[in-house]
């Protein structure tokens, strides 16, 4: 080819190029996307089987996919800062709930708000399970507020125990001989039993762990338990509560309440075998933790014993946490934010229950021959008042 073809085939080429990379105009920019503002939460609110007297369980919505709910109760603006809304709530109280819906790439929500005024009197019963059953067999927990942890060794602590949740089949849980269910005539059964017999190993036991999470929630109130505890080696009956952020700050920053935990037998020292004072005396205790935050000490009184039908509580106001048993004035361990080192947890949102009974640990030791099997810890009732 002649070089005058070849200057001009270029020319022709390259004006072509030009012309393609500017079409649309622009010189090829994109058009910028205007941001789209996030649906305002739905705020509802619904009396259950559970509430009582006016007091309603609160549930928080949007329709924007993958979008975060930010609330308060204290009538100011929710922002980023705020409580992450998580599970349904209790409100048992004069307040206002506002919310915002916050999605990446849109701009945030509007406040939705709503007002509750149920003028609810102090020391009211507003929510309860009085695990009632009125038929001639077993019966599943509510399944509208207990749900479950499950597997071996699944909350840490290196406890021997598989955890398991009514109805499950999955080896070595049964439904034939259930780890959690409503006895006839009433109240919750929470058994430990030994499926490898002279097994003494993690996996030759199964329990069960009940929680509400993501079921109800409450912050602020007094809440109470009527139990009835095993003794034996190797065995950690709970009552306690968690930070609804359990799944977005982790323990322990999202908090921890304990209301009621016991080790082993009748008149074991406490800290467990070979540490702490001598024996001679039964015990439970309560405690609180979270980040560099732990305190509690046992509850024992003259001729207290944790295998007899006893009341244990907690009264939980902005600021102060207080123990007590059997009555809300015999109260025996305060803990206030200002007299704890570390960080303050418990007013940054609602917390939810947890029932268990663990089966060995880096606490108790673990079971031997003198250990009982099944051994069952029995719960009356859980209730919440107004504070």
């Known amino acids: 080819m002649a070089d005058s073809m070849k200057s001009a085939f270029r020319f022709a080429l390259c004006a072509s190029i030009v012309f393609l990379a500017g079409w649309g105009g622009g010189g090829g920019g994109t058009n910028p996307i205007t941001p789209v503002q996030a649906t305002a939460p739905t ?8 509430t009582q007297i006016g007091a309603q369980m609160v549930t928080l919505t949007t329709t924007t996919s993958g979008a975060t709910i930010y609330y308060t109760i204290d009538g100011t603006t929710p922002t980023t800062s705020s409580i992450v809304y998580e599970a349904p709530f209790l409100v048992a109280s004069n307040l206002t ?7 990446s790439g849109d701009t945030n929500s509007s406040v939705a708000t709503k007002t509750f005024m149920p003028n609810i009197a102090s020391g009211t019963l507003v929510w309860s399970d009085e695990f009632a059953n009125t038929s001639s067999s077993n019966a599943e927990p509510n399944a509208s507020v207990w749900t479950y942890d499950t597997g071996i060794d699944c909350c840490g602590n290196n406890e021997l125990e598989t955890y398991c949740a009514w109805g499950s089949t999955a080896t ?14 009433g109240g ?18 199964t329990s069960a762990r009940l929680k509400t999470e993501g079921l109800f929630s ?22 306690w509560l968690l930070g609804n952020n359990i799944a977005t700050v982790n323990w322990p920053a999202c908090s921890e309440a304990d209301i009621m935990e016991h080790i082993d ?3 074991t020292p406490f800290g467990g075998p070979g540490t702490g004072s001598a024996p001679g005396y039964d015990w439970t205790q309560s405690s609180i933790h979270g980040t560099n935050l732990n305190g ?15 009341t244990y509580g907690m009264i939980w106001s902005k600021g102060t946490i207080e123990y007590y048993v059997d009555t809300p004035s015999n109260v025996y361990e305060t803990f206030t934010s200002t007299s704890q080192a570390g960080t303050w947890p418990f007013d940054q949102g609602p917390q939810f229950v947890i029932l268990n009974l663990a089966v060995g640990g880096s606490w108790p030791g673990n079971p031997n021959s003198t ?4 051994s069952t810890m029995q719960v009356n009732y859980v209730r919440v008042y107004t504070n």
């Open 265 to 267: 037998g009748s008149n």
């Open 218 to 239: 409450f912050q602020y109130g007094r809440i109470e338990a009527s139990i009835l505890l095993p003794e034996s080696q190797g065995l950690w009956p709970a009552f």
């Open 97 to 103: 709930v506002n919310a915002i819906t916050v999605a």
């Open 43 to 50: 705020i509802s609110a619904a009396t259950t089987a559970n």
């Open 188 to 205: 919750l059964n929470i058994v430990a039993r030994q499926t490898t017999p002279g097994g003494y190993a993690a996996g030759d036991f």
């Open 296 to 310: 509690g000490t046992p509850y024992t009184v003259t001729g207290f014993s944790a295998a007899t039908w006893h």
């Open 172 to 185: 070595p849980c049964s439904t034939t001989t259930p780890n959690a269910f409503v006895a006839p005539g």
């Open 371 to 374: 250990t009982v099997f099944p």
